[in-house]
């Protein structure tokens, strides 16, 4: 069978001179295709990707086909939005194939999808689609020395991602979709003041239970979607008398609840007249930018910039990163995961020669009393990484910072290593002071019985080896331990005599001396010369 690739004989030209070889062809750049098919609305991009990684929109299409009209109330897709849904999704394929794309991602909820148009749809989960988000603002946003608060709001839900100098902290999904908080709270049109209570009463009781109390106060939100992206037209319009580009359009507190209170006042077939709203989105605009107001309220943010790229955007970066991966960092192998651990605490601004010096002294301790306890050998790396990350949480603030430390591994990418011990190194890491382990900890409570064992004693470990170096001084040269029934001896080694740290180190011990059943001393010696 003939090569696809077979190349055609040249003739040799008259007189016998070799003919010009034919330069070689370098094929086409790859061009890819992303829909985020919504509650509300359905997003097309179609994006011709380059050499450094990056790409070139070609073409974006969308269509509000409001997907969950009905939904929230009857809990179930109507067939009439389906039927608009599926059609749309089969007119954007059209599209993207008219472009010659090599592959097309649709993330969304429906399976019937596939069966009608012969797109394979992708179920992604709410924290999925928050790291899209992230994916999107962090590649274009830079996110370092400041508190960021990412929030994508679309018709079912509102993802919000907290990142500190663009390491996230907190990741949440809350119920404040613009479709869903219009079906539930407005009742009335204009919202009478009974109705318009109960809608901010319900943001700001979801934002309680599923954040709780946020962790800073957010310099900057950066928001995408049609909420955000139609109060950046409407801001546009009314400053500057046109709309330019949403993209990165930066809109004031001040400027967004005075846009909020104008449309909670306005009648609907008035609010469709406004200039720079989308008459098709007037109904739900006074629920979109009401979530807006109250999680900048909550947060502590004065300004919104407003980013237009999306999730769709994330899902692009996605597929080149699988197209090419040379184009993004390179991916640690597993036996290399500990540089991966270094590498996130200089990005978390960490102190790396106490860090180290804690890291190292917790080792020894752990080597030497694996096995009259019979410590799992994995339990080494997991201290190890702990005691590197132990201070991370510094970078929100100092008086947290163990908490802090937590959620900033939870969120990590620590490659090489699986979710599992990634939640055991944060629990160790989270318990390295303060208050012990306790079941009524959310977090602690998630672990199995050996595994809450395992953390308390690595902890124990974590709080000794970093109170001997209490001072940050590194006068530590090296740690000894003797284990006799119901005692531990640690004999460490010093050039001067370390009593702060050997202080320090006996006054964290409790957690240690518990979680082994044993009484720690402390002795210190000079270096044989």
Not at 132 to 152: E, G, K, W
Not at 226 to 246: P, S, Y
Not at 485 to 495: E, K, P, Q
Request: charged residues 30%; glycine residues 8%; aromatic residues 4%.
């Amino acid at each position: 069978m003939a090569s696809a690739t077979a190349q055609t004989s040249v003739p040799a030209a008259t007189g016998g001179a070799a003919a010009t070889p034919a330069r070689a062809v370098a094929p086409p750049p790859p061009r890819l295709a992303a829909v985020d098919i919504g509650t509300n609305s359905m997003r097309l991009v179609i994006a011709e990707v380059q050499p450094d990684g990056s790409y070139r929109v070609l073409d974006q299409d969308r269509e509000m086909t409001r997907l969950g009209r009905g939904l929230y109330a009857s809990g179930r897709i109507g067939d009439g939005p389906m039927e608009q849904s599926l059609q749309t999704l089969g007119r954007m394929k059209a599209i993207a194939e008219g472009f010659g794309v090599s592959e097309l991602r649709a993330i969304a909820t429906s399976r019937e999808a596939w069966r009608r148009c012969r797109v394979r749809i992708e179920i992604v989960p709410a924290e999925e689609e928050a790291r899209l988000a992230f994916r999107s603002v962090s590649r274009h946003y830079d996110l370092n020395d400041r508190l960021t608060a990412i929030v994508d709001i679309g018709g079912g839900s509102a993802e919000v991602i907290l990142a500190a100098g663009g390491v996230i902290e907190q990741v949440a999904s809350l119920p404040l979709g613009a479709v869903r908080l219009s079906e539930r709270y407005c009742k009335s049109d204009p919202l009478r003041r009974k109705h318009w209570k109960a809608l901010r009463r319900g943001i700001d009781d979801a934002i309680d239970e599923k954040m709780g109390k946020p962790p800073f106060a957010a310099e900057v939100m950066i928001g995408s979607g049609g909420t955000f992206t139609n109060l950046a037209e409407m801001a546009q319009l009314e400053r500057d008398g046109k709309v330019v580009h949403a993209r990165d359009y930066a809109i004031s507190r001040a400027e967004v609840v005075r846009f909020l209170d104008r449309l909670r006042e306005t009648p609907l077939e008035a609010r469709r007249q406004i200039a720079g709203l989308n008459p098709r989105r007037a109904d739900i605009m006074v629920a979109g930018v009401a979530a807006i107001a109250r999680l900048m309220r909550r947060l502590g943010t004065q300004r919104v910039l407003v980013n237009d790229r999306g999730i769709r955007d994330g899902v692009l970066l996605s597929m080149i990163d699988d197209l090419y991966p040379t184009a993004s960092p390179p991916r640690a192998p597993v036996a290399d995961r500990m540089e991966v651990v270094r590498r996130f605490a200089r990005k978390c601004h960490s102190n790396e020669r106490h860090c180290e010096q804690v890291a190292t002294l917790a080792a020894s301790i752990f080597d030497a009393l694996k096995d009259a306890y019979a410590l799992p050998a994995s339990g080494r790396d997991i201290l190890q990484a702990a005691a590197l990350l132990h201070d991370i949480g510094y970078l929100i603030n100092h008086e947290k910072h163990h908490k802090h430390a937590y959620h900033l591994i939870m969120h990590g990418d620590l490659r090489g290593f699986s979710s599992r011990e990634i939640e055991l190194i944060a629990n160790v890491a989270r318990y390295h002071r303060r208050a012990p382990p306790k079941k009524t900890h959310a977090n602690f409570a998630r672990l199995d019985r050996g595994e809450r064992r395992l953390v308390r004693r690595l902890s124990g470990v974590l709080r000794v080896a970093d109170g001997l170096d209490r001072a940050h001084g590194q006068v530590l040269q090296g740690v000894r331990c003797r284990v006799g029934d119901g005692w531990v001896r640690m004999l460490v080694r010093a050039t001067r005599d370390p009593a702060i740290e050997l202080e320090d180190a006996k006054r964290k011990a409790t957690l240690f001396e518990r979680a082994f059943h044993a009484e720690l001393t402390l002795t210190w010696s000079r270096p044989r010369k």
